[in-house]
């Protein structure tokens, strides 16, 4: 069955690393999505990418990086300059025409 | 930039009760999704509606286009519907990605 996998569910990581988020998927989708959540907030846009090789910031970029080298892929790396990295992260894509977009189940990243 | 409203942001009820769960966005969009989140924060995606009324199971989802606004039903609630409930506006072609409400955390209380 086709889906996105996000993994690991649960990450912790201690202060001042850099940690890598992986979010797969196969579904042949063009664009990829990366989210946060923070208590009491909505889901808030980090970066995306419409195509491999090519990525735009979203609302809340700094302090993170991507890459697309490949379709199915989408790292989130979660650097030490984010002030704050302990949150949940919500991995997404769509066809860039079509507008249904699919899921992971997300990571809850804890830094201590 | 969308704007997303869930109402209300936090509500217990009682096993067996009728639950809504409103969600207004004020601009137009093509699609509009209800994900649910469980404690410990996986996702899962309920429905995608872009008219009309979809049902799965006890879930409802309706969509006014029209009003902008759209609303998930619970019926016969029972405590494993537990989580919190978010809806997403995508305003069309998926290229700019997805606009939250910040959720709805319903408590179903045997």
């Known amino acids: 069955d086709g889906g996105i996998t996000q993994s690991p569910k649960y990450l912790f990581r201690k202060e001042g690393q850099n940690v890598t988020l992986s979010c797969e998927q196969n579904l042949n989708h063009d664009a990829m999505y990366w989210y946060r959540q923070d208590p009491g907030q909505g889901l808030r846009l980090i970066y995306y990418s419409q195509i491999v090789n090519d990525f735009q910031k979203g609302d809340i970029a700094e302090g993170y990086s991507v890459s697309r080298e490949k379709k199915e892929s989408f790292p989130l790396t979660v650097t030490s300059a984010q002030k704050n990295p302990t949150a949940f992260y919500l991995c997404?894509?769509?066809?860039?025409?079509?507008?249904?977009?699919?899921f992971g189940q997300g990571t809850r990243l804890t830094v201590v | 930039k969308n704007e997303v409203e869930q109402s209300p942001q936090n509500l217990t009820a009682q096993e067996g009760e009728f639950i809504t769960i409103n969600c207004s966005y004020s601009?137009?969009?093509?699609?509009l999704h209800w994900l649910q989140q469980h404690p410990g924060g996986g996702i899962v995606s309920l429905f995608m509606?872009?008219?009309g009324k979809k049902k799965h199971g006890r879930l409802i989802a309706t969509i006014n286009i029209q009003e902008k606004h759209s609303s998930l039903h619970i019926t016969a609630s029972h405590p494993r519907d537990s989580a919190v409930y978010i809806c997403a506006a995508d305003s069309g072609g998926g290229a700019d990605g997805l606009t939250f409400g910040k959720g709805t955390h319903l408590i179903i209380q045997p």
């Open positions: 601009v137009g969009i093509s699609a």
């Open positions: 997404a894509s769509s066809t860039v025409i079509n507008t249904e977009a699919f």
């Open positions: 509606l872009s008219s």
